[in-house]
């Protein structure tokens, strides 16, 4: 199964921006969070994006930030009415990037978390696909920080491991949007509330006609420990027949012609030879 590249273009839904919103006047944030594919997405809180901190460092990063601030927010100024049809159409494009940034930052607040595990609840980030997670609901994830570099991914706390999205609509959204922290922030919130997701108890054993298979790998760790218990078991034997031989020549006869084999029998914790105390 082959999936389409990403190639750092935005929603595809920018066609139907204009149809849309002539159904209902809603506030620009509302009414891009319920577009088609933008299930992921959810609802910034005003406030939060009224504090100029949480948008530290965006003027830098988006063309006609400024412009693109006024329509997220739904402010109509003089300037946005001179703008032409492209001019326009560039401000919407950024104006979905800023809020697709603001966003990253927004899910990672104690808000934003509460927002996104209301989502998670309802499985509305979708399902892992692996077998044995048995529908184990996912997170929305982005494989780096910086725009236009990858689409959005979804992770899965059972299996730790990400995957496509389903639907094609949503491989087209920017991974950025959610950003790298995100579920895992997600699941240390879960966890000291304490909700914990289990790993899983099942994995798939290759087998051929009921027998296990062996990787290359395993059969070199049991070599190597069959010579390890060959070694242990050599050098048991050779302090055992050192014991004896010291204890047979224990005996009033021998004392005096064994001190070079009783001084042999002393190692120290270096393993060297060490002389044997005298009398």
């Known amino acids: 199964m082959s999936y389409p590249t990403y190639t750092g273009v935005f929603s595809d839904d920018m066609a139907a921006y204009e149809d849309e919103a002539d159904e209902e006047a809603l506030p620009w944030i509302v009414w891009f969070c319920e577009l088609k594919s933008h299930e992921f997405f959810c609802v910034v ?9 949480n948008l530290t460092g965006l003027s830098t990063m988006v063309s006609f930030y400024h412009y693109a601030l006024d329509l997220i927010l739904d402010l109509e100024t003089q300037n946005s009415a001179r703008l032409t049809a492209e001019q ?4 919407e494009s950024s104006a ?16 934003g978390l509460k927002l996104m595990e209301e989502k998670f609840a309802e499985g509305e980030f979708g399902r892992c696909p692996r077998v044995f997670c048995g529908g184990q ?26 995957y496509y999205p389903r639907s094609s609509r949503h491989r087209t959204l920017d991974g950025a949007f ?13 966890r000291e509330n304490g909700k914990v997701i ?13 027998f296990r298979l062996r990787e290359k790998g395993d059969a070199k760790e049991e070599h190597d420990d069959q010579q390890i ?5 050599t050098e048991e034997t050779e302090e055992r027949a050192a014991e004896v031989s010291v204890g047979e020549s224990n005996t009033p006869a021998n ?24 009398r």
């Open 229 to 233: 218990a060959a070694r242990v078991e």
């Open 198 to 210: 289990s790993k899983p108890k099942q994995h798939y054993v290759p087998r051929i006609y009921g």
């Open 88 to 91: 326009q159409r560039l401000v």
């Open 45 to 53: 809180d005003r406030e939060f994006i009224d504090d100029e901190f």
């Open 96 to 111: 979905e990037t800023l809020y697709g940034l603001i966003h990253a930052r927004f899910i990672t607040t104690q808000r």
């Open 255 to 278: 004392t005096p012609n064994n001190s070079r084999l009783a001084r042999d029998c002393f190692r120290d914790p270096n393993g060297e030879r060490a002389e044997a105390p005298q």
């Open 137 to 162: 609901a996912v997170l929305p994830v982005g494989q780096s920080d910086v725009v236009r570099e990858s689409s959005v991914k979804l992770y899965c706390p059972k299996c730790q491991d990400i």
């Open 178 to 190: 959610w950003g790298t922290t995100f579920p895992h922030l997600f699941l240390m919130h879960l």
